[in-house]
């Protein structure tokens, strides 16, 4: 184990440096933010990490479970700015961080200062024994850490100004909409259709309404809270489709599917392969029926089994029978950094499908490609839902609308 406490000097120099490549990549705007990543020594919560490892841009996993999942880690320093920018905590503020580990509560005490209150709670002890110790090492002994169930917050400390979760949620559980404060905000990775956002709410009224939104990526939500993707396969391990808790699909495609004649079709769309297009994956999702997403191994792709698609997975649209799924090609007559998209279909229903998928990316690259992104809305089950694409969760309704 490294003992980081015999160079503080280098410590210093290299938070330093950190803080102006986050300032330097526009990850942070705000001078009270650098301030806040500037003094927090994160190598005290990252132990076994090196000095080096503690301070670069990356996360450090902590904990893993039985089959290898990580289930607890340090976040990378820039998601942690990216939401703290979008927290927008004040001085004086009571904060309550869902997920614990130390680092980003000792950052969110620096912002709500000596006059607010910052209470973090994990369910795992051993994190949040680790969150305690890291906390009184670095100096903020006044930081609440609570062992317990994320899922019901802590109500003792209620009301709070703002609430950061720092694990993906599949919901927004009623106990954090109820111990927050009315015109506060939160500020959660919501897992929605395959894809997960840092997503900031403000509370108006008894719903939520969302201000901005990043891509991220965080440990999965543990305890009553948790939940996970449904998995079908459709070539053995190797590929298989996901579909959310709240899509019940009464058929879905069998095993050997991509064993039908591939349909496949292009698009006439070139994106920079550095675009992102999680807006792209979410319109698809909120249009076509069926929905899902395609993941599969790189051997599979290598034999050409399917079509080259992102690691991640690709946006893809499923019947009883058949199967479809966009996928890129280099642009013609373009530089080598852009793409076409298109689409691949099989069954009986590919070319069907495949026309489907090639007329919402149409319709995506003219009406929605440059502008702004989805609005979200939250409200509770059984409320008045307003107009847009509603997405079932246990407690709530996500409510997605396109501007235009």
């Not at 607890?72 to 869902?98: F, H, K, T």
Request: net charge negative.
């Amino acid at each position: 184990m490294t003992v980081h406490g015999d160079d503080p000097a280098r410590a210093g120099t290299l938070r330093a440096a950190l803080t102006r490549h986050l300032v330097a990549e526009g990850t942070i705007r705000d001078e009270r933010v650098a301030a806040a990543i500037g003094t927090v020594p994160r190598h005290l919560f990252v132990p076994q990490a090196g000095l080096d490892s503690a301070y670069a841009d990356d996360v450090v996993l902590m904990k893993r479970n039985q089959a290898g999942v990580a289930i607890s880690s340090v976040s990378q320093p820039s998601i942690v700015a990216l939401m703290l920018e979008q927290a927008e905590v004040r001085p004086g503020d009571r904060v309550l961080e869902i997920g614990s580990g130390g680092y980003n509560a000792a950052l969110l005490r620096e912002l709500a200062g000596p006059k607010g209150a910052v209470t973090t709670v994990d369910i795992d002890p051993d994190v949040a024994d680790r969150a305690r110790l890291s906390l009184d090492d670095a100096g903020y002994r006044d930081v609440r850490v609570v062992r317990g169930d994320g899922e019901f917050g802590v109500p003792e400390d209620a009301p709070y100004d703002r609430i950061v979760v720092t694990v993906t949620a599949w919901d927004i559980a009623p106990a954090w909409i109820d111990q927050l404060r009315p015109g506060g905000r939160i500020v959660v990775p919501l897992r929605l259709r395959g894809q997960t956002r840092s997503i900031a709410f403000d509370r108006v009224g008894d719903h939520l309404e969302s201000l901005s939104t990043t891509l991220c990526g965080f440990v999965s939500m543990q305890g009553a809270g948790a939940n996970y993707e449904r998995l079908i396969s459709i070539r053995g391990d190797e590929v298989s489709v996901s579909f959310d808790e709240d899509q019940e699909p009464e058929e879905h495609p069998f095993d050997g599917v991509l064993d039908q004649m591939r349909a496949q079709v292009w698009s006439g769309v070139v994106v920079s392969r550095d675009e992102p297009l999680s807006d792209l994956s979410l319109w698809l999702a909120t249009t076509l029926p069926g929905y899902c997403v395609l993941s599969a191994e790189r051997s599979v792709q290598e034999e050409g089994v399917v079509a080259p698609s992102p690691r991640w997975g690709a946006p893809a649209v499923a019947t009883c029978d058949s199967v479809a799924y966009l996928t890129s090609c280099p642009a013609r007559r373009r530089p080598m950094s852009s793409i076409e998209l298109g689409a691949n279909g099989h069954g009986p229903d590919g070319d069907e499908l495949v026309d489907r998928l090639i007329d919402q990316v149409r319709i995506w690259n003219r009406r929605f490609r440059h502008g702004p992104g989805p609005r979200f809305r939250v409200d509770e089950a059984g409320s008045d839902l307003p107009a847009g694409f509603h997405i079932a969760r246990r407690h709530t309704y996500v409510t997605v609308n396109w501007p235009g």
